[in-house]
């Protein structure tokens, strides 16, 4: 009995933690191309976005997938092909369908040594955001004097989930019975 209750215990453990949740790969994903503007250029081929000699632009996709509305963090894959100064940070926005948003920041040079992943916590948390089929927006606002001029290829965008309370509840039976096995 105590064994399949331990059993039941670590199952519930596995299937209650918060899985990350894809976002994007930034590829054509059900006709829904990643749309530049701004003067940006997008090759859905090599998954390569540019910015050359503009003051602003963006990349926005509509991927349709549905995310935790209380993400706490995002995290990004790609590599950094081109940098010749400029504007070094860019955001990567998530829209609902309501318009409500949250975003974090990130830094070119994060993916200068290749592909990299980088986990960036959001700037401000909306309460309002549900994360039903979001929008993702990748943005850098330069000035005429620096303006954002990079090639970076995109691999991935990842919602990074908070875990859960009745995780760390569970968790804590789990160790709490085990401890009780080793006594008897």
Known sequence: MK?????????AISTASSVAQLITTFGNEGGNFPTPSGGWAYNDASQTLSGDNDTSGQLQQ????NI??????????ASLTSFSGGIDTFTVTLEDLEGDTISAGFNFNDFAAGPQTVVQNINTINPDFDGLDVLVRIAANGTPSSPPNFVI?????????EPTSVTLLLSTAGL????RRRRS
């Open 68 to 77: 935790a509305a209380d993400t706490p963090a995002l995290s990004l894959t």
């Open 3 to 11: 064994s399949l209750l331990l059993a039941l215990t670590f199952l």
């Open 176 to 179: 709490a019975l085990l401890r």
């Open 62 to 65: 509509i991927p349709g997938v």
């Open 153 to 161: 290829q995109l691999g991935s965008l990842v919602a990074v989930p």
